[in-house]
């Protein structure tokens, strides 16, 4: 089964996550403010989206990490996949209204920023691009798709970080649009990102099966447990980052039910010693051939 370590690892990470969102939204609107930075202040709401989207997460996790009930035979894994859907909603809405901020900025074009935003808008991206580098690693590791959408949200903020250095540094020299197109770039940026989220969130929800490598190593463990003689079906399918297993298999046909029983569960016993295996059904069929033990 999924280790609770794993679980702990994916909570610090969205709980650490949340706390340099926090931090890095007040630097930025108040230095964007101050400074009369357009693209630092689209950056700065863009990290604010991610204080909402990093409680999101939050939440889902716990959630996620509920044992199952009598309303939820199969868990609460789940709840991840709605927690992503609450990253993209909260990425598509910042995108938007830093769309909108930019485009009002194109028209009544104003002063140049400080060099203040500037140094503020670069030294951003390092936190932003450690912890998105940092919350990939946990997601390769615990197969979390919110874990996933956070460093994929990081990435992006690292990115518009960029994009807005850039526009603050083209305004600075002269190009005075360049702070508002920079805003605009950043609210793409955060919508293409929301889109992303919003597209996998969407794939968990759809049931999907494991992975290929994932159902090899399955197939490979239920033949080697002795008494199979065969796997007439295998079936899998994803709640976060747990796998449930649905699988036939074939037996000698002159064994005693309970020794068929027996069979079925050493396979239960084998598969789920795997950590990301939760649930596991095997339905056992005698083999149409006298071989075998």
Known sequence: MLEPSYDRENRA?????????????????????????????ADGLHSGADVFSSVAVIVGLAVAGKPPDAGHHYGHAKAEAISQKVVSVC???????????????LRRP???????????????????????????????RTRSHAVLAGAVDNAMDALSSLVASLGILASRLGIQAGD???????ALLVMWGGVEVFRTAASDLMDPAAD?????KIRALVSGTPGVL???????????????VDLEIEVNRHLSL??????AHRVE?????????????????PCAEDRGP
């Open 180 to 186: 508002s197109v920079a805003a605009l770039m950043v």
């Open 110 to 140: 104003g002063p140049p920023p400080s060099w203040l935003t500037l140094w503020v808008a670069l030294a951003a991206m390092v936190p932003k691009a450690v912890m998105a580098v940092n919350q990939y690693r946990v997601s390769r």
């Open 230 to 244: 065969a796997i007439s079906s295998l079936r899998t399918r994803l709640a976060g980052p747990k796998v449930f």
């Open 212 to 216: 290929a490598e994932t159902e090899a």
């Open 258 to 263: 309970l020794e068929a029983h027996a069979i």
């Open 91 to 105: 990425l598509l809405l910042a995108g938007l209204e830093v769309a909108n901020a930019a485009i009002g900025g």
């Open 269 to 285: 016993d084998v598969l789920t010693q795997e950590d990301r295996v939760t649930g596991v059904t095997v339905h056992v069929n």
């Open 13 to 41: 990470a969205a709980r650490t996550n949340l706390v340099f969102n926090v931090l890095l939204m007040v630097a930025k609107l108040i230095v964007g403010i101050v400074g009369r930075s357009e693209a630092l202040i």
